[in-house]
């Protein structure tokens, strides 16, 4: 076995070093993801308009409705009769149903809470934890470069990020017709860490 291995030698690592290289690379890719944490849960909406997929502005009417002020979640009133490009369609839709959420970074899953138990948090509105971790989305189109009819597929989602490690988060229904990309709001961070 020696011999073979001596007089082979140039051959056995032609094709050795080819599968190191993409242990190597995929290690540095996925290990990182997998020791990404947080000590602290994060409370985010999300809304619908009851009878479209892709609801209309419910990102903007989230980002008016709820704020952290001081160290509180807050409700703001929102002027559901507004029509700032003048249009003739209104900004928001009076159908729009709006949910609370906390997120627990630690089980990754998220549960519905009331508006009592949000307002009862003590909240960070930064986008970035104590400890350096931020939810930020990322789009992924994979596919269709090489032959016109491969198809290839995308996805969107969000994720815990550090750096350059990344960490999916699981958010509610996000399998379902209720999720999409623009019904999704961060509000803060939960401190003084988890409940």
């Not at 307002?119 to 470069?145: C, E, F």
């Not at 999916?168 to 999704?184: G, R, S």
């Amino acid at each position: 076995m020696k011999e073979f291995i001596k007089k082979n030698f140039a051959i056995l690592l032609a094709f050795i070093l080819p599968i190191v290289l993409i242990v190597v690379v995929a290690l540095s890719t996925y290990l990182p993801s997998l020791f990404l944490s947080t000590k602290y849960n994060f409370v985010y909406t999300a809304c619908t308009d009851g009878n479209n997929y892709y609801s209309y502005r419910c990102d903007s009417y989230l980002q008016k409705r709820y704020s952290v002020a001081g160290d509180k979640f807050v409700v703001n009133p929102v002027d559901m009769t507004q029509d700032l490009n003048k249009n003739g369609i209104l900004d928001f839709n009076e159908k729009y149903t709006d949910r609370i959420f906390l997120h627990d970074t630690e089980k990754n899953e998220s549960r519905e809470i009331t508006l009592t138990e949000a307002q009862a948090m003590t909240l960070s509105n930064l986008l970035t934890s104590p400890d350096g971790v931020t939810v930020s989305s990322y789009y992924d189109r994979s596919g269709g470069d090489f032959f016109p009819f491969d198809g290839g597929y995308s996805s969107f989602g969000y994720y815990l990020t550090k750096g350059k490690s990344r960490s999916k988060i699981n958010l509610i229904n996000n399998t379902d017709q209720y999720y999409y990309q623009n019904n999704f709001q961060f509000i803060g961070w939960v401190l003084p860490g988890r409940n």
